[in-house]
């Protein structure tokens, strides 16, 4: 059993305009067990807040590094907390 954590990451690149929220929260509902949001920024990153266990937070960072993404991600800035709750499911924001 994998403990719950909260996975806050910022993604740079080609990821506004090109689904990449929508994709994001379909990644995010096909781990499982995962709430929180994705939402574009001004400076053209996205930020995606996950909470739940640890190995499916850890799964969809790895989805955000790789090649399956939509548009272009040059980079990966996370950091992990403690969950906070009070997310009803998996938003885009």
């Known amino acids: ?8 990451a910022w993604v740079r690149g080609h990821v506004q305009g090109v689904g990449f929220r929508w994709f994001t929260r ?28 640890k ?15 939509p548009g272009r991600v040059d980079g990966v800035t996370e950091i992990w907390d403690t969950p906070r709750g009070g997310y009803d499911g998996f938003a885009i924001r």
């Open 26 to 53: 379909a990644r995010a509902l096909e781990l499982g067990e995962l709430s929180g949001f994705a939402l574009n920024l001004g400076d053209g990153r996205v930020q995606v807040v996950a909470e739940g266990p």
């Open 1 to 8: 059993m994998s403990e719950d954590v909260r996975l806050v």
């Open 55 to 69: 190995d499916h937070c850890e799964g969809l960072l790895d989805w955000l590094r790789g090649d399956d993404t």
